[in-house]
């Protein structure tokens, strides 16, 4: 069974850069998109992106000059890096797999709450 | 793109029948059968629960059903249990830049 695991600092400058790592078990990370997902503090869910296993991505436009997400095959690993942070990029970071025939993610890691304070 | 509407919360007494509400738009809901539905329980990760508007994955309970009209898609719940106390998401897939959005969550208590 696959499982999705987060990792990454918890705590974040202003203005610095997140970096989380999603580690799969279970299965291989190839042949299926993969995605972070975020829900701040009291809110609801927000879509960030998604990553193929060739490299190709896919950013929320309202987070795209800011987001990259990539790939490592030989790790079994995806990541997600975030730039120029504030305090409304606090949230609970969860990635996912991403059945990408009709769009639904069916894995999920259990997320890693990140904030931003100096 | 705007999240998807739902209600804040949505109460019934254990055995009762309730239902999940989730308005959209004719770019996600109304133009594309791609709704799906997610139980989430604090601190564990969400799990799927309904996808493509009314399928079950295996392992999920025949209680929870799913359906569309028009622009709205519902989840029901039947018999409702205590262990289905959560936070519910609808999510749907958009034919815009923005790829997939999700709903603005359902809290479910069992009276």
């Known amino acids: 069974q696959v499982q999705l695991q987060e990792s990454g600092p918890g705590l974040v400058k202003p203005s610095g850069t997140l970096s989380l790592i999603c580690t799969v078990s279970?299965?291989?990370?190839?042949?299926?998109?993969w995605s972070w997902i975020r829900q701040p503090p009291g809110k609801g869910l927000e879509w960030i992106g998604h990553?193929?296993?060739?490299?190709?991505?896919r950013y929320n436009p309202s987070l795209e000059s800011r987001v990259t997400i990539s790939i490592d095959t030989s790790k079994n690993q995806f990541s997600l890096k975030l730039s120029s942070v504030t305090a409304a990029d606090t949230a609970v970071y969860y990635c996912?797999?991403?059945?990408?025939?009709?769009?639904?993610?069916?894995?999920w890691g259990e997320g890693t709450t990140v904030t931003v304070s100096s | 793109q705007s999240a998807l509407t739902q209600p804040a919360s949505v109460s019934g007494s254990p055995g009762q029948s309730i239902t999940i509400s989730c308005t959209g738009t004719s770019s996600d809901v109304g133009g594309y059968d791609y709704v799906s539905w997610y139980q989430h329980h604090p601190g564990k990760a969400p799990k799927l629960m309904i996808y493509?508007?009314?399928n079950r994955p295996s392992g999920v309970s025949d209680r929870f059903s799913g359906s569309k009209s028009g622009n709205t898609a519902s989840l029901t719940i039947s018999g409702l249990q205590a262990e289905d106390e959560a936070e519910y998401y609808c999510?749907?897939?958009?034919?815009?830049?923005?790829?997939?959005?999700f709903g603005t969550g359902t809290k479910v208590t069992a009276l």
């Open positions: 996912a797999r991403v059945q990408m025939a009709t769009i639904f993610m069916d894995v």
């Open positions: 990553i193929y296993y060739s490299g190709t991505s």
């Open positions: 493509d508007v009314s």
């Open positions: 999510g749907s897939y958009t034919g815009g830049s923005t790829l997939f959005v």
């Open positions: 279970g299965g291989s990370i190839s042949t299926y998109y």
